[in-house]
Structures are given as C-alpha cells and as structure tokens.
C-alpha cells in the first residue's frame, strides 16, 4: 500500500519500528496532491506552502488539511469567500497551536461552502471540489475539501467544522469517518464564527482510531473560549477496547420516513442487525419535534450568521472595493460596494434571512419562537437517553447528489440537512462511519449521536461495527 494511502495509527507504527520516516509520507502526499488536486479540488489555495514543523520529531508528525475558516498565523485563511482575499490571521487557532505542538504539518486549507454556508461545496469562491468517488457529484458539505482530501488520500487526516451536519454529511458522502464533538468539547478560539452557539471543530479521518487520536489532539478547556467546557478530558483511544454488550441504542422513529432512499435505510438497518449480533439493544424511540429542526436551525443559524458576518465591511479584515459612482456617503458607499462584490449568493441570502428574522416586530414571531423551540429539541434528546446510551439513525437521507443539481433550489439543499441539525441545536456529539455503498458506488454514512460529553460511547459502538465491516477499507481509485 502506498504511504499516502495509510491511517495515522499505521503509519505512527511504521515510524515506531522505524519502517517509514515522516519525510517519506510527507514526501508522498505532496506529490499525490499535485498529481490528483487539479482533478478533485480539496485544497482552497493550492498556491500557498505547507507548514512543516522545523524538525519532523515531533510526537505526531502526521500529514493534515484543515478546514479554510480555522485561522493559521501568517497563513491565507479566506472561508473560501471573496470577502477575505488576503486575509492572513494574526494568531493561531487553539486547535492550531494543539496541531503545531504535536508536530503535525499541516498541508494546506481545505476548501468549504463559502463561511460553511451549504451541503455541497459548490458555493466556495475558489470553485467546486468534486467527490472523489464520482467526480460528477458533490463531496457534500461544508467541510467538503476537507473529506475529499481524506478520501483521495491527499491528506492523512483533516479537521472539519460542523454547524449543522458540516462534518458528518460530507464524511458520509465521501465514505470516510467524521466526528462533531460536543458543543465545548473543542475550543471555538480561531474558529471564523458562522452561528457561534452550534459551531464546533471536529475530525475528519479514515478510521475510528484516528478519530479518537485526532480528538486526543485538539479537545480540552481553553481559556480563550468562554463556551469551551472546563471539564477533564479522557484519553479517547480506551474506548476502543470496549465491546457493546448490553449497551441501549435507541431508533428514532421520526428518521425513518417516506423520501429516505432505500439503499441508505437498508444499508442502516443492515448495521443495526450487526451491532445486535455483537450484543447492543435497540429500542425505538420517538424525539417528537424532529419535524421542526430545519425550520429551527435556519432561522437561528442565520439570525446568528448575519451578525456574525456585520464585520466584514472592507475596514478590518480582507478585500475594500471602491464604489464607481457616489451614491450616499464615500463610507456607505465602501461598505455595500465591498459587501455586494465580496459576498456570494448564499452568503447574501443569509444575511437578509438573518437580518430579517432579528428585526424589531418579528424577532418575537421568529428568533424568539425558534429558540423555544430549540429547548424542546433539546428536552427530546434528553428524555430519548433516559432510556438509552447512544441513537443511530442514517447522517444524510441520500447519497452524493450531483454537482449543480441543488444548487437553484436552496430550500431543497436545506432540507438535505434533516438528519444532522438536530444534533447541533442539542449541543450533543455525533459521529458519522460508512455504512455501505450504493450500486452506483457512492458511499453511505451511519450517524451515532450520545449524551453529552459522551464521545467514548460514540467511539465503542462505532469501532465495534468498523472491527466487523470492510466498508471503512474500500478505497477510491483516482
Ligand atoms: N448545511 C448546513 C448549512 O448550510 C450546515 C452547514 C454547517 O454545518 N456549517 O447551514
């Protein structure tokens, strides 16, 4: 197998009995990039150096591509949007500073949805990047260069953010593993905020040992992130020796509906028949307001996303365009100049969506509204694991859709979105395996959510099921 091609656990025990040295798998990823980046487009801006630590002896010396809205000192981090051409952040990202003192190199940023705006990494400024399975379909999204670039093997690992489903959708499309952790689990620090209540970092891996190792890297109290959770943090890799006897998982009824396709319900109910054979059981559940999560999440997402994005008027940060002709003031003029060239469509839809919903005389009727609604989501998951340890239901309701194929028809995109969002308006953790494929060869992804704080539950059953399957093992051929 080629170098590129390994898992971080392999290739640190190839460095262990001295077989392998982090120069040669550095070496072999950046030729795999230069040889199949042009084909894929996982990295955001190609032009830009990898970052490798002065000496390759660091503990964790592993070949990594992080998301393009996670700031890296000195280095162009635009999320993948006009507005921030340019921009090259002052400090690092805690999960950055984790990653360097590890001694990761870290080999670019992936592209994304601009500001993680989308389910299909086709509103990137820099351009669509394809799924390396089936180069006409979409990787999913946000974090889609990120999961191309595990699956393709031009990264041995990456980091993804997910808001509502950011990690776990593309990684189910693109056949790989990816973990949003608890909200607070993972510090925020350095992370360009898109909705700050629901954002979180997380892995994006080949397996479920790297993602525990992954997480090992980067989770942890952080001063500098009011919201990250001061709680001690378990060495994630012992729940891998664990079985799953006797463990509770519940099924949610309001998952498995009419519009599912059937090669992802057969392929879920396929996985829950295996994990029973190893001694979980599986009760059904209901978590009645599922039906109102999308509405929920898109009106609070964009309320927070239009004022998270008010800062981007030309003044601090990336591109000033000068307006051609004086309408109000020269200033007024700068702002909405900058903010019309520098804005997408999607990243625009939003701002008004948001703007609108916080607005005096219907703040009340909306944002209020959904907020209240939020707690009863959240009141939902808290009753479900009353009676349960972990919930499994599918992490998207098909498979890669093609490039271009929801791209005029937002609310279909955003409905796409049903099985991952909930997870984020609870703060809980959930992690997404591959499942099977469908007879077109496009991978499928199975979605384990926990209680809070209970990513090793997430890991057990996870790791169980990987030990029993080879899904984990197919790999693209580009
Ligand atoms: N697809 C969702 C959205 O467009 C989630 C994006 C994300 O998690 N960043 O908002």
Not at 356 to 376: E, F, I, M, N, P
Request: proline letters at 5%.
């Amino acid at each position: 197998m080629k170098l590129n091609e390994l898992t971080a656990h392999e290739i640190l025990q190839g460095f262990q009995a001295k077989t392998i040295t982090p120069d040669s798998v550095y070496q072999c990823l950046q030729e795999t990039i230069q040889n199949k980046d042009k084909k894929i487009h996982a990295y955001a801006h190609s032009a830009d150096p990898a970052i490798t630590p002065k000496a390759m002896d660091g503990k964790y010396p592993i070949p990594i591509a992080i998301k393009d809205n996670i700031c890296i000192k000195d280095y162009l981090t635009t999320c993948s949007s006009r507005i921030l051409e340019g921009f090259r952040p002052p400090y690092d990202a805690t999960v950055i500073t984790k990653l360097k003192d590890s001694g990761s190199i870290i080999l670019g940023h992936a592209n994304m949805d601009e500001f993680a705006f989308g389910s299909s990494t086709e509103s990137s400024y820099y351009g669509v990047t394809r799924n390396p399975w089936n180069l006409d379909c979409v990787p999913g999204g946000s974090s889609g260069g990120s999961a191309a670039a595990v699956a393709a093997h031009e990264a041995i690992w990456a980091l993804g953010s997910d808001t509502g489903g950011s990690i776990r959708q593309p990684a189910s499309f693109c056949g790989v593993v990816g973990l949003k952790p608890t909200y607070g689990r993972v510090s925020r620090y350095g992370l360009i905020a898109f909705a700050s209540s629901l954002d979180q970092i997380g892995p994006i891996t080949k397996d479920v040992e790297d993602c525990a190792l992954l997480l090992n890297l980067i989770a942890g109290h952080d001063e500098k992130d009011s919201t990250s959770a001061n709680l001690p943090v378990p060495d994630f890799t012992r729940a891998l020796t664990k079985d799953v006897k006797n463990i509770k998982i519940g099924i949610p009824k309001e998952y498995f509906i009419d519009g599912m396709d059937a090669e992802v319900k057969d392929s879920v109910l396929a996985a829950i028949e295996h994990l029973k054979g190893h001694g979980a059981q599986f009760i059904d559940i209901s978590l009645p307001h599922t039906e109102y999560a999308v509405a929920t999440y898109y009106i609070l997402a964009t309320a927070e996303a239009s004022s998270n994005l008010a800062r981007y008027d030309g003044v601090q940060y990336g591109l000033r365009c000068q307006p051609q002709q004086q309408r109000r003031t020269p200033i007024i003029d700068m702002y909405e100049e900058t903010r019309d060239q520098g804005f997408g469509a999607e990243a625009k839809r939003r701002i008004m969506l948001g703007t609108y919903a916080l607005s005096s005389g219907y703040y009340d009727a909306y944002y209020l509204k959904a907020q209240k609604v939020r707690t009863l989501i959240k009141k939902d998951f808290d009753e479900a694991f009353r009676s349960c340890d972990a919930i499994i239901t599918p992490t998207a309701p098909t498979t890669a859709f093609k490039i271009g194929e929801k791209t005029s028809d937002p609310l279909s995109m955003y409905l796409s979105d049903i099985y991952t969002i909930s997870v984020n308006l609870a703060g809980i953790p959930a992690l997404s395996i591959p499942c099977g494929f469908s007879k077109n060869g496009l991978p499928i992804g199975l979605q384990i959510m926990g209680k809070p704080f209970d990513e090793e539950m997430l890991f057990r059953i996870a790791h169980t099921y990987e030990q029993g399957t080879e899904w984990h093992k197919r790999k693209v051929v580009l």
